[in-house]
Nanobody
């Protein structure tokens, strides 16, 4: 059974930092690209950041570029998202998601329907 367990969300003041983690089991973790996707109630899901299976290729949405850093530890089957200089507009539920294959993000990022497994989500609330 494939499981993605996201954690690390919480309440933080604007300008603060949080580190999200996603523990993955049931797959060969280092065979697949992984992403963080967020959603605000009533709005469409937004692909925030992606990383290839070896961390060699990454993607960041313009809204988080320079503030967020995605990484992965393949030995621990864990995906991370370091979020710095948080803004109120970063408030959302953050999901980790498994891609169906590896990716080169120089060609763009995949649409959300191409992710086949999702974590349960972790809520990030940034107070201004």
């Amino acid at each position: 059974e494939v499981q993605l367990q996201a954690s690390g969300g919480g309440l933080v003041q604007a300008g603060g930092s949080l580190r999200l983690s996603c523990a993955v089991s049931g797959i060969t973790f280092d065979d697949y690209a992984m992403s963080w996707i967020r959603q605000v109630p009533g709005k469409e899901r937004e692909v925030v950041s992606c990383t290839s299976k070896s961390d060699g290729s990454t993607y960041y949405a313009d809204s988080v570029k320079g503030r967020f850093t995605i990484s992965r530890d393949n030995a621990k089957n864990t995906l991370y998202l370091q979020m710095n200089s948080l803004k109120s507009e970063d408030t959302a539920v953050y999901y980790c998601a498994k891609d169906q294959r590896d990716r080169d993000y120089g060609l763009g990022y995949p649409p959300v329907y191409e992710y086949d497994y999702w974590g349960q989500g972790t809520l990030v609330t940034v107070s201004s």
